[in-house]
């Protein structure tokens, strides 16, 4: 990994006696897509807030490029950009209204501050609806504007908390291009979402988060590899699965079986064979099957074999 | 400068919303207009704005009862009968500011050329002015009842002369007539049948005349309705972490001062615009409407001090309602609670002697009090600055209070 840019440290968090991230530290590289991955309430925007100075942790640190975001907090500030989860805009302003407003409260001025504004309205594709007012525009339209608005300083950590909540596939796409065209200029970015997918085409690197504890650092590769074949998911009968529960684990294929009443989760190296192989098994003991459920190894299963839930349970 | 643009940004949200703009600038000249003209008398109405003449009659006789007739109709003072004993002792204990004493032998006395002197006995600290007031209306009634009493006795005295005379027409003739009436004038003059001896007050006391609704209306409204802009304040806050700007501000490279500074600016000029309009209308508006127009006052500069920690209180008391609701709703409720009630207890809409009349120092506790009172002397009685450093003082009090309080339970996460 090359030189970090940004680097926190056992970051705690508690709201009285809910403990919201629980020791949390991780290294984000100049130039990284880092993503933040886990369900709703797993602490993703909490440690995103600390990381972002709009939180003091309770304990913990956090620096960017070298400085102490405690101590010199609006130094560190400047180096940042945030994009909320929310459509943090001003819905009767224009469009370059609230880009003209959001530059100068990071300092930006004059020449430099029209210049900014009409690059950046041209990359997130408004130059010609600009003066109108954003409560005009489409959800998409207004996602575009979100982002535009954390880039205008040209920060060198982008931090986007689940961009893509509530917007059109289209919008999803171009919000995709628009964050592989920054990293390609120099940007490092830390992305939050609870889409594995998203995770996958655009993170370097990958932490996943579930109960404000960081369960996995690596890229979506070594992760998935981690996992090897993949999961297969079984139901049957209420109350059937103790039936067939020992056999299916002695399968040469499964790597281990976990079972409720009426449903069976298998870990397997191969996933068709692991099938074929639970299938003879239900036959042979009459178990009536009431669904199959095969997850290729992907970040989802990922997430599902470390925390034994689902990504948007 | 950071604050500079959050405050310009909300300006510009502010002038982008008509209703906003409606109801804090326009709709307090329609305020203004019904309180100065249709309300104008309420207050004035309900106290006889006469000043009170509190009047032993020690004669009881005709004479006297014709004398304080024409005092009561003469306008602008009320007569008040008492018993000696009690006016005195009222006086003594400063209850009543003067006493008017007719004298036992009054009525026979100038019935029978008898010079007579009325007493009107005034408390050291009565209102000089009003005390003057007092002494021209009962000297020009007396003098004018001597004079008809004089020139009545001459005519009685020539119509006597020509029942001696009926041979005589030298008794008739013009001259004769004219003659003595100058005599009968001039002695009026140098001898008055009747005199006034007034024992002055020993300074000038607290005007206490009781304003209508009319005299504070301009300042009554200009405060009531910039303490609505509190409300406008927390409302700002409360969308911009409703839709996660604040968040946003949060996160940018300036300190939570900075932030709370940039979001109270914008009230504070909300505020001095808004009191901009209402007294160019108060002052221009009114007189083309044909109703008596508000003034600056005679220290202009003390005005605009106090209009400045007017603006300056209504804002921070923004970021006290913003700190304290926690809901769009309770802001609204919060809001216009606390601005009408402490509209209504600090004088906006009722007279401030009729407040404290019935409420004695309650309305003390709510700014608008020490608003209303410091605006009232500048621009109603036509004080100055060094009138009104108390209610500076208080207003300041108030301001920094407020702020305090607000940055104390604000939740800036």
């Keep these: 990994m090359s030189e970090p840019i940004l680097i926190a440290q056992d970051l705690v968090k508690t709201f009285g006696e809910i403990h919201a991230v629980r020791g949390i530290s991780l290294r984000v590289a100049r130039g990284e897509v880092f993503g933040l991955l886990g369900p709703n309430g797993a602490g993703k925007t909490t440690t995103i807030s600390m990381l972002t100075g709009l939180l003091e942790p309770t304990s913990g640190s956090v620096t960017v490029d070298g400085l102490d975001l405690k101590t010199h907090t609006n130094q560190v500030k400047a180096k940042l950009g945030l994009v909320p989860q929310e459509l943090a805009l001003y819905p009767t302003l224009s469009a370059r209204q609230n880009l003209n407003f959001f530059g100068r409260i990071y300092g930006l001025r004059g020449k430099e501050l029209r210049q900014r504004v009409d690059e950046v309205l041209h990359m997130i594709g408004l130059a010609d609806r600009a003066d109108d007012a954003i409560e005009d525009y489409s959800g998409g339209m207004k996602r575009r504007v979100n982002i535009g608005a954390g880039l205008l300083h040209k920060p060198e950590v982008l931090f986007l908390d689940e961009p893509t909540v509530g917007v059109d596939p289209q919008s999803r796409n171009a919000i995709f291009e628009s964050v592989e065209a920054l990293n390609r200029a120099g940007m490092s970015v830390i992305y939050t979402t609870h889409y594995m997918e998203e995770a996958q085409r655009l993170c370097h690197r990958v932490a996943i988060v579930d109960e404000g504890e960081l369960i996995a650092l690596d890229t979506p590769t070594a992760l998935i590899r981690s996992l090897g074949g993949g999961i297969l998911i079984i139901g049957v009968a209420e109350g059937r699965a103790e039936d067939v529960m020992d056999p299916v684990a002695q399968l040469p294929t499964v790597k281990s079986a976990t079972r409720s009443d009426s449903q069976l989760k298998i870990e397997t190296h191969r996933l068709q064979e692991a099938l074929i192989g639970v299938l003879d098994i239900t036959n042979q003991l009459d178990v ?26 | ?103 036992a032998d009054f009525t026979a006395g100038i019935a029978s050329g008898q010079p007579a002197t009325l007493r009107l006995v005034n408390h050291p600290d009565a209102d000089a002015k009003q005390a003057e007031a007092v002494r021209l209306v009962v000297d020009g009634v007396a003098n004018d009842m001597a004079l008809e009493i004089q020139i009545f006795a001459a005519l009685q005295q020539m119509g006597e002369m020509q029942a001696g005379m009926p041979e005589s027409s030298q008794a008739f003739a013009v001259e004769r007539m004219q003659a003595q009436a100058r005599s009968q004038f001039e002695r009026a003059q140098t001898q008055p049948l009747v005199a006034v001896a007034q024992r002055e007050p020993a300074q000038e006391a607290e005007q206490e005349e009781s304003l209508g609704l009319g005299d504070i209306a301009v300042p009554g409204i200009t405060v009531l309705f910039v303490f609505m802009v509190a409300q406008n304040t927390a409302r700002s806050i409360y969308d911009e972490k409703k839709v996660g700007s604040f968040r946003r501000l949060l996160a940018a490279p300036m300190s939570k001062a900075t932030l709370l500074g940039g979001k109270m600016l914008p009230g504070f000029i909300t505020g001095l615009i808004q009191i901009a309009v209402i007294f160019a209308f108060g002052i221009v508006g009114l007189r083309l409407l044909g109703l008596t127009p508000a003034t600056l ?117």
């Excluded at chain 2, 409606?22 to 000043?51: H, M, Q, S």
């Design chain 2, 1 to 103: 400068m950071k604050a500079l643009s959050i405050a310009f940004k909300d300006l510009q949200i502010f002038f982008k919303d008509p209703g906003a703009v409606f109801l804090l600038v326009l709709l307090p000249l329609v305020f203004v207009v019904v309180f100065t003209g249709a309300l104008g008398a309420i207050g004035k109405g309900e106290e006889d704005a006469r000043i009170p003449l509190p009047v032993v009659d020690l004669d009881g006789g005709q004479s006297a009862q014709t004398l304080l007739g024409k005092i009561d109709a003469a306008g602008g003072v009320r007569v008040e009968p008492y018993a000696q004993a009690e006016a005195m002792a009222l006086l003594d204990e400063d209850e009543i500011d003067r006493v008017l004493i007719i004298p």
């Design chain 1, 288 to 313: 009536p099957i009431t669904s199959i459920e095969m997850l290729e190894p992907n970040l989802e299963s990922v997430f599902l074999h470390l925390t034994g839930k689902k990504l948007r349970e």
């Design chain 2, 297 to 413: 006052g005679n220290d202009p500069l003390a005005t605009g001090l106090v209009v400045l920690l007017l603006a300056l209180c209504s804002s921070a008391f923004g970021i006290l309602i913003a700190a304290l609701a926690r809901t769009e709703g309770q802001i609204g409720g919060l809001g216009t609670l606390l601005v009408w009630v402490m509209g209504l207890l600090g004088g906006s809409l009722i007279p401030l002697f009729i407040l404290e009349r019935i409420l004695g120092p309650v309305p003390m506790v709510v700014p608008h009090y020490w608003a209303n009172r410091a605006l009232i002397d500048l621009m109603v009685r036509g004080r100055g600055l060094a009138d009104v450093m108390v209610e500076m003082a208080a207003l300041l009090g108030f301001t920094v209070l407020f702020f305090a309080i607000g940055l104390w339970r604000f939740e800036f996460d």
